[in-house]
């Protein structure tokens, strides 16, 4: 994929400290977590929101996040 420069994205999200969501004029959706950019196509970007989802609703449910120990859940990659 060959993507323009900066200056032609539109941010969609952004998330102090975490990263951003890029719409590249070509198309391609930019999902920057720290220093890790990954490229996708506007259909792989809404199927890994759709499996985030769900991750995070099976977190919640199951109450993993509450018995994640502080050290834990206070980091963002590992």
Known sequence: M???TSEERMMLAEAEGLG????CA??????SVG??????APEAFLQAVKMCQE????????G????????QSNSTLH
């Open 2 to 4: 060959a993507c323009a």
């Open 20 to 23: 951003g969501v890029t719409l």
């Open 35 to 40: 220093a890790v950019t990954v490229r996708l």
């Open 55 to 62: 991750a995070a609703q099976q977190l919640t449910l199951e």
């Open 64 to 71: 993993l996040l509450q018995a994640m120990s502080p050290s």
């Open 26 to 31: 070509c198309g391609t959706v930019h999902l």
